[in-house]
């Protein structure tokens, strides 16, 4: 139950995550009639803030618990993802940014999470959720791809806005000794 859960959580972080990177440029210029070359820089500042949660997600986790962390990045990043399709452009580029570096952060706390559910197996784990997340990444851009010719970009990011209220699914995690 608790690694289908960590998967629930990795598909609702990967959804959201590529809607911004693979549909943010054009939300941008549709919204807000950005040039390309404007709104990639926006891109460019998001990007940047998900290297940055990737890499500071690990060390928080260590210190004040990887389920802590999966609670305050996939459940925490949801008051801004709700916000976001609302926001003017300063706001939008601001959120993004937080949205970015809070969102990120989880990927490394869930997967070694999961390796403490199942000592011994990390290589299957590992394997599991990586290439679980990759493949949410690539469904995630196809399928938001078809709602966003069928309906509009802007509609996809209203749609995806309540994808981390899935993280409310950590309360079923159990406490290891380690989360």
Not at 11 to 28: A, C, G, M, Q, R
Not at 94 to 102: E, N
Not at 120 to 131: C, K, Q
């Amino acid at each position: 139950l608790a690694i289908s859960i960590l998967l629930l959580l990795i598909f609702s972080k990967y959804f959201y995550l590529t809607s911004l990177s693979s549909y943010y440029t054009f939300y941008l210029m549709q919204k807000f009639g950005l040039s390309v070359q404007a709104s990639q820089f926006h891109l460019f500042a998001f990007l940047g803030a998900v290297a940055a949660g990737t890499i500071i997600g690990g060390p928080i986790g260590d210190k004040i618990g990887r389920k802590y962390v999966i609670w305050g990045s996939i459940l925490g990043v949801a008051p801004f993802t709700l916000l976001l399709p609302h926001a003017t452009l300063m706001w939008t580029s601001v959120l993004s940014v937080i949205i970015g570096l809070i969102l990120a952060s989880a990927f490394s706390a869930i997967l070694v999470y999961a390796q403490e559910l199942l000592p011994g197996r990390i290589g299957m784990v590992s394997g599991l959720f990586f290439g679980f997340a990759f493949g949410m990444g690539g469904l995630g851009a196809a399928v938001l791809g078809v709602v966003a010719d069928h309906t509009s970009i802007e509609w996809v990011y209203q749609i995806c806005a309540w994808l981390p209220l899935i993280g409310l699914l950590t309360a079923f995690l159990p406490d290891n000794r380690h989360a």
